[in-house]
């Protein structure tokens, strides 16, 4: 749970949840638009809106699934090699 806190507040922070991107320095909108936290937010945003884009909420829901892939085997076999 701490290691998963770690890295998502400073993806959180540095994401459009709080703050528009135009009002950031260059080098941080830079991040924002590459942050997977972004894209989520701006997919949530455009549904409750009843805005949505099919684009944008299908970008949140594959890189969900990406981090997933990568991170989950990555999980089982830490979690497997404390035993």
Known sequence: ?????VVLFPLTLA?????????????????VT????????TAERALMAGQA???QVAFALITSAALIAVFAPV???LYGRQR
């Open 1 to 5: 749970m701490s290691a998963g806190t």
């Open 15 to 31: 994401s459009n949840v709080f703050v528009r991107p135009q009002t950031m320095p260059g080098w941080l909108q830079a991040f």
């Open 34 to 41: 590459i942050n997977p936290v972004s894209h989520l937010v």
């Open 53 to 55: 884009a099919a684009g």
């Open 75 to 77: 999980t089982v076999y």
